[in-house]
């Protein structure tokens, strides 16, 4: 079993298969050393695992359970351009929190992806990033995730 696959067990998690597009966009794009994931939604065999807006429609603690699922998304798009096990650092995690009005709780949220790497990685799993919320994400998703990763050649 691969490294990551063995930390992701660790927490009874698996690595999905990527997600096929939801329009004109690839999932993950390599250009040298660096990885870039596309936003990855809390999508669960083909749908969203929760829709709604968090602070309303949906829990914080929700939320960062549907934003670790962003997460292993994030990595099964890694996983279409390199081998997960050849991440040797997280760069930038982006997250996207659709939040009711007056929801300012957004880091809770995003830490359900940033201690996912942190759990896989340790300290390479520390990144730069950014907890943003916005008015509205597709199909109603609560949490978006984007990646960015180093690989090693």
């Given amino acids: 079993m691969s490294t990551v696959r063995t930390k992701l067990a660790e927490k009874d998690l698996t690595l999905p298969v ?13 250009t040298g050393n660096l990885v870039f994931t596309a936003g990855q939604l809390p999508m669960v065999d083909g749908a969203i695992k929760k829709a709604g807006k968090v602070g309303a ?3 914080v603690e929700e939320a960062y359970e549907l934003a670790r699922i962003c997460a292993l998304n994030a990595l099964a798009a890694v996983q279409l351009v390199a081998e997960v096990d050849s991440i040797v650092k997280v760069v930038r995690v982006v997250c996207y929190v ?4 007056g ?9 359900g992806a940033s201690e996912l790497f942190m759990h896989i990685w340790g ?19 609560p949490v978006e995730v984007e990646l960015t990763v180093e690989i090693k050649d």
């Fill in 18 to 30: 990527a997600s096929k597009p939801l329009a004109a966009y690839v999932p993950a794009v390599r």
């Fill in 123 to 141: 300290d390479s799993g520390v990144a730069a990033r950014s907890a943003i919320g916005v008015a509205e994400l597709p199909l109603n998703s």
């Fill in 57 to 59: 429609d949906v829990s």
């Fill in 98 to 101: 659709n939040g009711a009005p």
């Fill in 103 to 111: 929801f300012v709780n957004h880091p809770a949220v995003a830490n």
